[in-house]
């Protein structure tokens, strides 16, 4: 478990995941989470942020999505199904990742 003191301007934990400041990028993910939601705003998925999360099943990301890192999703055998608000995040995710991409219709 991660431990962010209050106060700390660079990086905020939620629900087991590690954003930066403003939650810009996201950088960690808690190996043992099957499903995330990655917030708003989230403009882009670092190196490793989710390697070895071999028991991720589910990802649903925001529209503000511009970059995923070529490395984010090393050893994820389990991913199955990304969910997109848009076919411009879907072409992002499609670079990087295979598994079923889903567009969400609201």
């Known amino acids: ?3 962010i003191q209050n106060g700390n301007k660079t ?3 939620i629900d ?8 810009k990028e996201l950088v960690y993910c808690r190996k043992d989470l099957q499903s995330v ?7 882009s998925i670092g190196t490793y942020a989710f390697s070895h999360c071999e028991q991720l099943q589910e ?3 925001p529209d503000s999505i511009v970059k ?3 490395k984010a999703f090393i050893k994820c055998k389990k991913l199955k ?3 997109v608000p848009n076919e411009r995040v879907s072409d ?4 990087e990742m295979k598994c079923q991409i889903i567009i969400r219709t609201n």
Not at 92 to 95: E, N
């Open 1 to 3: 478990e991660i431990v």
């Open 11 to 13: 990086y905020a934990y």
């Open 16 to 23: 087991g995941v590690l954003y930066n400041t403003k939650h």
């Open 37 to 43: 939601e990655v917030l708003q705003n989230t403009r």
């Open 59 to 61: 990802l649903s990301l």
């Open 68 to 70: 995923i890192d070529s």
């Open 81 to 83: 199904k990304v969910f």
């Open 92 to 95: 992002i995710v499609k670079k």
